[in-house]
Nanobody, 128 residues
Framework: QVQLVQSGGGLVQAGGSLRLSCTIA????????MGWFRQAPGKERDFVAA??????????SHDDSVQGRFTISRDNTKNTVYLQMNSLKPEDTAIYYC???????????????????WGQGTHVTVTS
């Protein structure tokens, strides 16, 4: 059973930074494609960023709304994926979810690929 445990998040002023972490329990971390989604109050859950294996190299993608401000990364030695969030805006306020998918089902997480596993979610609130 794969479990995703998130940490980080909290309250920050606009322009500030936060880092989210997601640690996977299990021995399959290095083989999973990972990503982050978020859900703002009253809205659907949206894709934020993904990091995927591609010919023995990791590739990343970020939604246009966070491009240049957020960065996804992973440390396979720690079974952890990160989301570094800089220049935060009030519209970034949401519950952020870590997610994972087996590469055999999706080459990368994104709007058209539903994850196999979800983290428990963590609140991020950005004040103006």
């Amino acid at each position: 059973q794969v479990q995703l445990v998130q940490s980080g998040g909290g309250l920050v002023q606009a322009g500030g930074s936060l880092r989210l972490s997601c640690t996977i329990a299990g021995r399959t971390f290095a083989t999973l494609n990972m990503g982050w989604f978020r859900q703002a109050p009253g809205k659907e859950r949206d894709f934020v960023a993904a990091i995927s294996i591609n010919r023995s190299a990791w590739t990343t993608s970020h939604d246009d709304s966070v491009q240049g401000r957020f960065t996804i990364s992973r440390d396979n030695t720690k079974n952890t994926v990160y989301l570094q969030m800089n220049s935060l805006k009030p519209e970034d306020t949401a519950i952020y979810y870590c997610a994972a998918v087996h590469p055999s089902r999706c080459t990368a997480l994104g709007p058209s690929c539903a994850p196999d596993y979800w983290g428990q979610g963590t609140h991020v609130t950005v004040t103006s």
